[in-house]
């Protein structure tokens, strides 16, 4: 019993492993003290985990004086707030700093488009 226990448990991390490696994910590259950064955390940051799009690419902050994350960037981020669309650890596409909140969602309806069809539809 606890052999199979353990086995389904396995199976289903390396499921869950499996489909994070695939999935969009939308990078927020930032540093302490930001003001576009703060700006953008009142306006779409208590929000956006609830929309579509926030659903198809959860957002992963990113301290970018601290963390280096393995992921295939076109060019090296510099500005904050800059936010990076990437799908299986490659940058699809990327806003660098915040145009304010309603060009801020046009702008990342276009990244989104250019997922794959298998991550637009997960």
């Not at 927020?28 to 950064?37: A, D, E, F, L, S």
């Amino acid at each position: 019993m606890h052999l199979i226990r353990s086995a389904s448990l396995a199976l289903a991390a390396m499921a869950m492993l499996a489909s994070s490696v695939s999935a969009a994910e939308l990078l927020m590259y930032r540093r302490q003290g930001c003001p576009w950064c703060l700006a953008w955390d009142r306006a779409i940051g208590p929000i956006y985990g609830k929309t579509d799009v926030g659903q198809r690419a959860p957002l992963r902050m990113v301290d970018l004086d601290r963390e280096r994350l393995q992921v295939s960037l076109k060019t090296p981020v510099i500005y904050t707030p800059t936010f990076v669309l990437v799908e299986q650890n490659r940058e699809v596409g990327r806003i660098e700093g915040y145009p304010g909140e309603a060009h801020f969602w046009g702008l990342l309806d276009q990244l989104v488009q250019r997922l794959p069809l298998r991550a637009v539809s997960d």
